[in-house]
């Protein structure tokens, strides 16, 4: 069984910053791409960040400059670093990971709880 755990949410000002972790854990082979979507209240969940197992990063347009994404592929661990946070990026925000079970030749893509994130002076 495969467990994605976020931490680091929380209360942050629109000139402050936040960093949020997701680490996978269980019976793990390996962990292709790491992703941060959001959901904020009223509207469907949207992509934030990626990023793959060599490093390759995408970003939504909204958050190019301002949140860079990382991981740690030692600790299975990807984190996301909120810079200048805007009050209407206000969200749950969830990890995705794509991942293969040990002894399973197939990936799949394993969800977190969420953690929630609120943009307020």
């Known amino acids: 069984q495969v467990q994605l755990v976020e931490s680091g949410g929380g209360l942050v000002q629109p000139a402050g910053s936040l960093r949020l972790s997701c680490a996978a854990s269980?019976?793990?082979?390996?962990?292709?791409?790491m992703a941060w979507y959001l959901r904020a209240p009223g509207k469907q969940r949207e992509f934030v960040a990626a990023?793959?197992?060599?490093?390759?990063?995408n970003y939504a347009d909204s958050v190019k400059g301002r949140f860079p994404i990382s991981r740690d592929n030692a600790k299975n661990t990807v984190y996301l670093q909120m810079n200048s946070p805007k009050p209407k990026e206000t969200a749950v925000y969830y990890c995705?990971?794509?991942?293969?079970?040990?002894?399973?030749?197939?990936?799949?893509?394993?969800w977190g709880q969420g953690t929630q994130v609120t943009v307020s002076s």
């Open positions: 995705n990971a794509e991942i293969r079970q040990v002894g399973s030749v197939s990936d799949y893509v394993h």
């Open positions: 269980g019976s793990i082979s390996r962990v292709n791409t």
């Open positions: 990023i793959t197992s060599g490093g390759t990063t």
